[in-house]
C-alpha cells in the first residue's frame, strides 16, 4: 500500500485565492481526519469522517473552510477565501477502526502571501 | 474535557544513554494511549500503542512505554538513545470518539 497520498506536496497562493487540498486515504480504513500544523498552535485537528461522513467539525476555523468526502477513496480540504494566516501545513490522516491507528500522509505545505 | 500534556517542550540526551519522553492524560475510564514521531518534513508515524493488557509496551525503534494508571502517565522510553532518534515525539489519546494529540516534545540526541 502506498499509504495516505496528499496532493499538492507544496502550494503558494496569493491571499483572496481559493486553495483545494486533496487526499487519498489507505484502502480499507474508515475513518479519515484533516489535521493543521502551525509553530504557534501546534498540531489542530478541523475535521474527521467516518465511513465518508464528517463526525466532528467542531475544528473548523470558520466558514471558508470547508471539507468533503464523496467516497471512501478521496476528500478534499478547501479553503475560499484564502488568508496569510491560513499558511500552514496540513496533513491527512486516516484510520483503522479496528486497531485504532492513525496513519498520516506527508502533508501540504500552504503558504499564502 | 480530556487531555494530554507532555511538561517538556525539549529534551536532550547525549548519545548511548537512556532517555524518557513524558505524558500524561486526563480522562476519565480506560483511554487509549499512543506515541507519534514527526521527522522533518514527514508527517507523523506511529510508534505504539496501549489498549489494553501489559502496562508495558514495546514499539518501531526499540521504543517502549509504560501505562501507569494511578498516576495517569504513559512516558515514552529507550535504552540507549541514537543521534537519528532526534525528532519530534507526540502522545496522544483516543477516548470515546475523540484523539487528542498533545503539544508535543522536541528530543535531540547529542553525539
Known amino acids: 500500500d502506498a499509504g495516505v497520498i496528499q496532493s499538492p506536496r507544496h502550494e503558494v497562493t496569493e491571499m483572496g485565492q481559493e486553495v483545494t487540498l486533496r487526499c487519498k486515504p489507505i484502502?480499507?480504513?474508515?475513518?479519515l481526519f484533516w489535521y493543521r500544523q502551525t509553530m504557534m498552535r501546534g498540531l489542530e485537528l478541523l475535521i474527521y469522517?467516518?465511513?465518508?461522513?464528517?463526525?466532528?467539525d467542531s475544528g473548523m476555523p470558520e466558514d471558508r473552510f470547508s471539507a468533503k468526502m464523496p467516497n471512501a477513496s478521496f476528500s478534499t480540504l478547501k479553503i475560499q477565501p484564502s488568508e496569510p494566516r491560513d499558511s500552514a501545513v496540513y496533513f491527512c490522516?486516516?484510520?483503522?477502526?479496528?486497531?485504532?491507528?492513525?496513519?498520516f500522509g506527508p502533508g501540504t505545505r500552504l503558504t499564502v502571501t | 474535557a480530556q487531555s494530554v500534556a507532555q511538561p517538556e517542550d525539549q529534551v536532550n540526551v547525549a548519545e548511548g544513554n537512556p532517555l524518557t519522553v513524558k505524558c500524561t492524560y486526563s480522562v476519565s475510564g480506560n483511554p487509549y494511549l499512543f506515541w507519534y514521531v514527526q521527522y522533518p518534513n514527514r508527517g507523523l508515524q506511529f510508534l505504539l500503542k496501549?489498549?489494553?493488557?501489559?502496562?508495558l509496551v514495546k514499539g518501531s525503534y526499540g521504543f517502549e512505554a509504560e501505562f501507569n494508571k494511578s498516576q495517569t502517565s504513559f512516558h515514552l522510553k529507550k535504552p540507549s538513545a541514537l543521534v537519528s532518534d532526534s525528532a519530534l515525539y507526540f502522545c496522544?489519546?483516543?477516548?470515546?470518539?475523540?484523539?487528542?494529540f498533545g503539544p508535543g516534545t522536541r528530543l535531540s540526541v547529542l553525539p
Open positions: 496522544a489519546v483516543y477516548y470515546g470518539q475523540n484523539f487528542v
Open positions: 490522516a486516516s484510520r483503522n477502526d479496528l486497531t485504532y491507528e492513525q496513519y
Open positions: 469522517f467516518n465511513n465518508n461522513v464528517p463526525i466532528d
Open positions: 484502502s480499507g480504513h474508515n475513518s
Open positions: 496501549y489498549i489494553t493488557g501489559d502496562n
